[in-house]
């Protein structure tokens, strides 16, 4: 079956420190997207990519970092520079034209030691 | 710029009620419309999506019908169940000069009691 899988799904990091979330899809989608998710809240875009080698900043990419290197992955750096990193990070792809569905994974949970 | 609001939740409803969950969108164009269902703990599925002005999408018993003149796409249910206990999300497409990328409500979530 196709998907989108993330991992890990719980994901503790400590003051200072770089982590990196994995997301892995064999759907064949050109496009991904990462996105954060706060309790009671929607979802707000990260970064977003087209195309391999090519990414852009969402709403909120401050602190984070991407890359990538091959069309079924898109692995997310929530760095120490983003000072509140406690959410619900949900990974999406989609075919790479307007008006399409994104497909999610089932998200990766990170909380602060 | 674009955007979606869903009516706040939480909503609360015994089984076999009749669900209707609001939303409205602003938005240039004409984009498609989408409804997602995230259960606790998961990622967010594809509920139903409509792609032009008097479509309806249908699933599961879910519908919604998009309205232009009204700018909505509101969710409706003859009779919901326990197992739609879920949160609700309302999603546009937000054009190819935004990468493709969905604009999502804040969600609505959604309480069934036996």
């Known amino acids: 079956d196709g998907g989108i899988t993330q991992s890990p799904k719980y994901l503790f990091r400590k003051e200072g420190q770089n982590v990196t979330l994995s997301c892995e899809q064999n759907?064949?989608?050109?496009?991904m997207y990462w996105y954060r998710q706060d309790p009671g809240q929607g979802l707000r875009l990260i970064y977003y990519s087209q195309i391999v080698n090519d990414f852009q900043k969402g709403d909120i990419a401050e602190g984070y970092s991407v890359s990538r290197e091959k069309k079924e992955s898109f692995p997310l750096t929530v760095t120490s520079a983003q000072k509140n990193p406690t959410a619900f990070y949900l990974c999406?792809?989609?075919?790479?034209?307007?008006?399409?569905?994104?497909?999610f994974g089932d998200g990766t949970r990170l909380s602060i030691l | 710029g674009d955007s979606v609001t869903q009516m706040e939740g939480p909503v609360t409803l015994s089984e076999e009620a009749f669900l209707t969950i609001n939303c409205t969108y602003t938005?240039?164009?004409?984009?498609?419309l989408f409804w997602y269902v995230q259960y606790p703990g998961e990622g967010l599925q594809l509920l139903l999506k409509?792609?032009?002005?008097?479509d309806k999408g249908s699933n599961k018993g879910f519908e919604a019908t998009y309205r232009k003149e009204t700018t909505s796409f509101h969710l409706e249910k003859g009779s919901v169940q326990v197992s739609d206990s879920a949160v609700y999300f309302c999603a546009l497409s937000g054009g190819y000069n935004q990468g493709g990328k969905l604009i999502f409500g804040q969600g609505t979530e959604l309480s069934v009691k036996p």
């Open positions: 759907l064949n989608h050109d496009a």
């Open positions: 409509a792609t032009k002005a008097d």
């Open positions: 999406a792809s989609s075919i790479r034209q307007v008006n399409q569905p994104q497909h």
């Open positions: 938005a240039t164009g004409y984009p498609s």
